[in-house]
């Protein structure tokens, strides 16, 4: 593998067939998400494929926003195999220096297992004069 990797956020260059395999079985968050539904979220958000010089996809992360006040950063993922070379950073850098050119106010986001990734590019927990809530339909992913 080439250690030349490029991050995009063209639509059009998305493995989507291995996005929704990864997102859809190798997450704790999305398992059993269809690829209809997958395909949906993508085209309503920024997405961002990272990939190596041969061109295959390695990552891949959304920004549902509005591109003027707010994000939520969702599905955030590494292949397996190319863990441990600093892909995700590589990719959070891409995606926070893209949010401040877009001068959004917040981006949030949910981890059960990455905090300390979040915490190296200035996420912190909420704690501010907000009630932030949530609504959650049981069963879907």
Same mark, same amino acid.
């Given at each position: 593998?080439?250690?030349?990797?490029?991050?995009?956020?063209?639509?059009?260059?998305?493995?989507?067939?291995?996005?929704?395999?990864?997102?859809?079985?190798?997450?704790?968050?999305?398992?059993?998400?269809? +690829?209809?539904?997958? $395909? *949906? =979220?993508?085209?309503?958000? %920024?997405?961002?494929?990272?990939? @190596?010089? !041969?061109? /295959?996809?390695?990552?891949?992360? +959304?920004?549902?926003? $509005? *591109? =003027?006040?707010?994000?939520? %950063?969702?599905?955030?993922?590494? @292949?397996? !195999?190319? /863990?441990?070379?600093?892909?995700?950073?590589?990719?959070?850098?891409?995606?926070?220096?893209?949010?401040?050119?877009?001068?959004?106010?917040?981006?949030?986001?949910?981890?059960?297992?990455?905090?300390?990734?979040?915490?190296?590019?200035?996420?912190?927990?909420?704690?501010?004069?907000?009630?932030?809530?949530?609504?959650?339909?049981?069963?879907?992913?």
């Amino acid at each position: 593998m080439s250690d030349a990797y490029t991050i995009s956020s063209d639509p059009d260059r998305l493995d989507r067939e291995w996005i929704h395999r990864v997102i859809s079985t190798d997450t704790y968050w999305a398992v059993g998400r269809t +690829r209809e539904d997958m $395909d *949906r =979220a993508i085209d309503h958000s %920024l997405p961002y494929g990272l990939y @190596d010089g !041969d061109g /295959r996809q390695l990552a891949f992360a +959304r920004l549902v926003t $509005d *591109r =003027a006040y707010f994000g939520w %950063l969702s599905d955030v993922y590494v @292949d397996r !195999d190319a /863990r441990g070379k600093g892909l995700s950073k590589r990719l959070m850098a891409h995606i926070v220096e893209d949010a401040e050119a877009m001068r959004l106010k917040r981006i949030v986001l949910a981890t059960g297992d990455a905090e300390g990734l979040y915490q190296q590019f200035g996420f912190t927990e909420i704690d501010d004069d907000y009630s932030w809530m949530y609504k959650v339909w049981p069963g879907r992913v």
